[in-house]
């Protein structure tokens, strides 16, 4: 959808409950201020972390004033934890983040091959990755293996690192410690592939884990329960793999399995309407960038080229003040084609807020939606 196709006025969308306003929205960093951020992340104290790549750095909107991250910071002043002069050898281009329980913030660096992390002391140190590009290292240490544009990152409960091995069509995990990770024994600080064949395509998707290819994949996401969520840009779709088999996104994914819970249609294309399963011919997606889950479950992913965020509840409920199915594919921000007397899709409707190229995206505790923007530098909350 072309950004230049809109329209001044910023509605919102039904069906909605009686009475419910539209969410709030506020901007919480003012455009212009990044530059083409490609991520974000949010611990459980409300702190906001910006992958602000173009100036090769990592920006901390604290929630509460204090030191950390070697920094003296106030409550909503952005302040800059790492990096900031690209061509430094010892920091790069940001375009992937992950905070975990403890505090340390994960950052994936697609250009210069590796996987950083951040302690709340302000230390800087590799987790995964020799900075030189190629696919190697399985079962062996994580810092002696390579990746190829590892973009983005995630980190579950545990503390196991998964990483969007985008060139090379995998996923990778670095796990927390000795055990077991989607049926794979696994080692502490080792690096493991646990998804992707290696070669880049859509087959196999639906059947078993260790059959199935991955087509670029850009994002990933892990819930409560470990299940994997992949953002495979290459084939406009959002991929789950789970252990245990049930209900995801109002449909069945057999456990080992990795199956399109959104999208899956393998083309680029308009989005028609709102409320139609997330799976279906219309739920086209066209640059799936970020990925996050809600408190219930729900899904919140980013598509940059369509200027939105989207949603797929987890379980029929009213969340933002709108009946939703679980298993279909909302608007909760951004553009949404409209039809005109010219035709389908031809118009658009600009839904809260006006938006670039959405990229990270999080989700706070109680439910609001924060995502920057590549396009405009912003960063903005919703709800």
């Known amino acids: 959808m072309a950004s230049a196709v809109s329209l001044s006025v910023v509605t919102w969308q039904g069906p909605s409950v009686a009475g419910a306003a539209a969410p709030p929205v506020r901007t919480i960093v003012r455009p212009g201020t990044l530059d083409s951020p490609g991520a974000l992340a949010l611990d459980a104290a409300g702190d906001v972390f910006v992958a602000d790549t173009g100036h090769c750095r990592v920006v901390l909107i604290p929630a509460r004033a204090g030191r950390t991250y070697g920094a003296t910071v106030a409550a909503g002043r952005a302040v800059t934890i790492a990096g900031g002069h690209c061509g430094n050898a010892s ?66 409960r545990s503390g196991d690192v998964f990483i969007a091995d985008t060139a090379n069509c995998k996923v990778r995990v670095v796990p927390a410690a000795d ?37 670029d994949p850009v994002a990933v996401a892990v819930d409560f329960a470990g299940d994997l969520l992949v953002a495979d840009q290459g084939d406009q779709s959002v991929l789950l793999a789970t252990e245990h088999s049930g209900v995801y996104y109002g449909g069945a994914v057999s456990a080992g399995d990795i199956a399109a819970v959104v999208g899956g249609t393998g083309s680029y294309g308009p989005y028609v309407a709102d409320g139609l399963s997330a799976t279906g011919p219309a739920a086209e997606l066209n640059d799936p960038r970020g990925l996050a889950l809600g408190p219930t479950g729900a899904l ?43 035709g389908a899709g031809d118009g658009t409707r600009w839904v809260l807020t006006h938006m670039g190229r959405p990229t990270g995206v999080a989700v706070t505790e109680s439910g609001a939606v924060v995502f920057c923007d590549a396009a405009t530098g912003a960063v903005v909350k919703v709800g």
């Open 300 to 342: 919140v992913l980013s598509d940059g080229f369509m200027h939105v965020i989207r949603i797929v509840p987890a379980q029929s409920a009213t969340q933002f003040g709108r009946v939703m199915t679980a298993g279909d594919l909302y608007t909760l921000a951004g553009a949404l084609p409209v039809q005109t007397a010219a």
């Open 91 to 156: 920091f790069g281009h940001p375009t992937g983040l992950a905070v975990d329980l403890t505090g340390d913030v994960y950052v994936a660096e697609a250009n210069e091959q590796r996987i950083k992390v951040i302690e709340p002391s302000g230390v800087v140190a590799t987790v995964a990755g020799t900075g030189r590009a190629g696919d190697s290292g399985d079962g062996g240490a994580a810092t002696s293996g390579r990746l190829d544009e590892p973009t983005g990152v995630a980190v579950d």
């Open 179 to 215: 055990g077991e990770v989607l049926g794979q024994s696994v080692e502490r600080d080792h690096l493991y592939t646990v998804a992707g064949t290696g070669v880049c395509g859509s087959t196999g998707q639906g059947g078993p884990l260790a059959d199935a290819q991955l087509f």
